[in-house]
């Protein structure tokens, strides 16, 4: 089973992708996790959200190499 649910913490920076939907928390000042942050700091978000994309374009290719 396959879940569609990734996240990337990037300093104070978490955001959490569930299918189509996104949230961005500073997890410093919300450890709880109640405020999504993604309508006030988009920059930060789209930041994240490439590294994560190229996380997962790594891990695709690296699941690739080693099938026989």
Known sequence: VKSSAR?????????????????????????????DRLADE?????????LLDERARVDEVSALVGWQ
Do not use: N, S
């Open 7 to 35: 996240a990337i913490v990037r300093g104070r920076w978490k955001l959490l992708v569930t299918g189509t939907k996104r949230e961005l928390y500073d997890v410093l000042v919300d450890r709880k996790e109640e405020r």
């Open 42 to 50: 988009p920059a930060i978000a789209a930041e994240l959200q490439a």
